[in-house]
């Protein structure tokens, strides 16, 4: 099992930045394959950012592409996503979220089998 909290949410206005931070306990987070992903009111949860285990490989969302930064610290247990120019659009509860097992397929939320509770982000205008 791996537990996750998300930590760093607020409100805050277009343009400015936030840093959400992850901490994974339980089974090695290190081996675990990650990624954050945001729901909006009304909407489906969607991929923002994914990590693999060596920090190696990242992806982000088209909608987040030169925004947002996706990092680990593994020896902190702990992932992170830097979010800057902050938009409305950009508001939602965030989400992290842990791999069990090798997935090729980092984007859909099929892959991941623990969560946190969410953080929320409000961007006003």
């Known amino acids: 099992q791996v537990q996750l909290v998300e930590h760093g949410g607020g409100l805050v206005q277009t343009g400015d930045s936030l840093r959400l931070s992850c901490a994974a306990s339980?089974?090695?987070?290190?081996?675990?394959?990650m990624a954050w992903f945001r729901q909006a009111p009304g909407k489906e949860r969607a991929f923002v950012a994914s990590?693999?285990?060596?920090?190696?490989?990242?992806v982000y969302a088209n909608s987040v592409k030169g925004r947002f930064a996706i990092s680990r610290d593994n020896a902190k247990n702990t992932m992170y996503l830097q979010m800057n120019s902050l938009k409305p659009e950009d508001t939602a509860v965030y989400y992290c979220?842990?791999?069990?097992?090798?997935?090729?397929?980092?984007?859909?939320?099929?892959?991941?089998?623990?969560w946190g509770r969410g953080t929320q982000v409000t961007v006003s205008s």
């Open positions: 979220a842990a791999a069990a097992y090798y997935y090729s397929d980092m984007t859909t939320t099929r892959s991941y089998n623990y």
């Open positions: 339980g089974r090695s987070f290190s081996g675990a394959d």
């Open positions: 990590i693999r285990w060596s920090g190696s490989s990242i």
